[in-house]
């Protein structure tokens, strides 16, 4: 039996980690709960890849009215699906919604000002139930990561979940480049589900609290 240790399952009970493991068998479950256990209320988030909003909606629960979310999609129907949730759901505050490419977010000023950002999450591939021709690309992929690691807070968490399929291989290959170089203060895990071809990666990006 496997029990886990650390900050995320401190205080779990061997049954208990034996449930996390049935629930956290896909990747992007297991990031949603990492950084839905970082954020605090007035914290501020990123969701550098809306998609159908389940994940800008667990940050805005999580970091309150007195926080922020910034979420962005480079396609309208994800933008679309992203507000209709929120607001079916009651929050509609704190959540910045953007029609732009995630490489973006590191050069506007409300982000860049903002000391807050504690949790980042990006989801690659393509929109679920959309065009499957339409995915995230590599060059614009290493934009974003670049732009958020330097918004990231100290002590801040930032998740990227990474495909292998033909579309995604150079991306995912950029991204474990990218993050082997990453350099002191900053802790790279890799999560991985090794006996499924094509399993997605997740990467866990946790910068020290004293890097600025």
Sequence with gaps: MMIFQGPF???AHPVEACSMIEAFRRQTI????????HLNPGDSAIDGTAGTGEDTLMMAKKVGPEGKVYAFDIQGDAIARTRSLLVAQGVEQPVWLYHLGHESLGSLPE??????IRGIMFNLGYLPGGDRAIVTRCETTMAALKGALGVLAADGVMTVCAYGHKEGLAEA????????????????????????????VLYLIKKARNVK
């Design 30 to 37: 297991l990031a949603g709960a990492i950084i839905s256990e």
């Design 173 to 200: 290959q950029g991204i474990e480049t990218w993050c082997s170089a990453l350099g002191k203060g900053i802790d790279v895990h890799r999560i991985e589900t090794i006996n499924h071809h094509n399993s997605p």
């Design 9 to 11: 399952f401190a205080d």
């Design 111 to 116: 982000i860049s000002g903002d000391p807050r």
